[in-house]
């Protein structure tokens, strides 16, 4: 159960950072850093993301 909750945070916080992103780009006309910093956060949010899902599968609790 912890595993889904932690799932659904990390998955919420990569759409977060989606629309932080697309605010970040359409405000700056992506001239700033802002936007490179929310790309890198949805970047290692996806690699988490995928290691929890693959993690859940290998053990079993998320079939």
Known sequence: MLLKILIAMVFLAML???AAGAGFLLRDG???RRLLVSLK???A???T????L???F???NLA
């Open 30 to 32: 992506g001239a700033s």
């Open 41 to 43: 956060l949805r970047v």
């Open 49 to 52: 993301l995928l290691a929890l």
């Open 58 to 60: 290998y053990a079993g």
């Open 16 to 18: 977060t950072s989606l």
């Open 45 to 47: 949010l996806a690699a």
């Open 54 to 56: 693959l993690y859940g």
